[in-house]
T-cell receptor, first 115, second 111 residues
């Protein structure tokens, strides 16, 4: 069974631009979560989608947004990029967040560099 | 709000040693606790998931335990190998809404 895929793997953008990252979860998984990983802050939760609805959101500014499609694929968008947005963005898929069995599987991540 | 810490921050051991990594969490009302490994610049690989009703899980040379009452989990690695060198992260769910990650333990196994 195919794992979680993320595209693109690497991105270089300049300040003020916007970017869209994509995540395809494991077949059958309906929950997709996004995390930002930086050396200083570690792994921080961005948001979680289930059945095309954002159910949970972390403490990030409104420049960070996302959506989920009917096939469970998800995209996240960052507008007006700042230098501090440089990070590894990780996507995780699971059956259903909040259940007693909810193993999360991560993709390889997208490395975003903002110049 | 769930908070997760991990001790030690870094660990260097000779090949063949048994070792224990520690994870502490502040809110014991968790559904799950999950252990991951991360190689430099890569995504996270799931190692073990412990459901709240379980006390431990085993996979090969790995054994993870969970003590909800004390807010602790440990990952035991037996007969360590150089290929085990990576950063190990634990994550506890936050009221079932998302996982909160610890800062990780960077493990180096020397041949």
């Amino acid at each position: 069974k195919a794992g979680v895929t993320q595209t693109p793997r690497y991105l270089i953008k300049t300040r003020g631009q916007q970017v869209t990252l994509s995540c395809s979860p494991i077949s059958g998984h309906r929950s997709v979560s996004w995390y930002q990983q930086t050396p200083g802050q570690g792994l921080q939760f961005l948001f979680e989608y289930f059945s095309e609805t954002q159910r949970n959101k972390g403490n990030f500014p409104g420049r960070f947004s996302g959506r989920q499609f009917s096939n469970s694929r998800s995209e996240m968008n960052v507008s007006t990029l700042e230098l501090g947005d440089s990070a590894l963005y990780l996507c995780a898929s699971s059956f259903y967040m909040g259940s007693s069995y909810n193993e999360q599987f991560f993709g390889p991540g997208t490395r975003l560099t903002v110049l | 709000k769930q908070e997760v810490t991990q001790i030690p921050a870094a660990l260097s051991v000779p090949e063949g040693e048994n070792l224990v990594l520690n994870c502490s969490f502040t809110d014991s009302a968790i559904y799950n606790l999950q252990w991951f490994r991360q190689d430099p610049g890569k995504g996270l690989t799931s190692l073990l998931l412990i459901q709240s009703s379980q006390r431990e899980q085993t996979s090969g040379r790995l054994n993870a335990s969970l003590d909800k009452s004390s807010g602790r989990s440990t990952l035991y690695i037996a007969a360590s190998q150089p290929g085990d060198s990576a950063t190990y992260l634990c994550a506890a769910d936050n009221y079932g809404q998302n996982f909160v990650f610890g800062p990780g333990t960077r493990l180096s196994v020397l041949p």
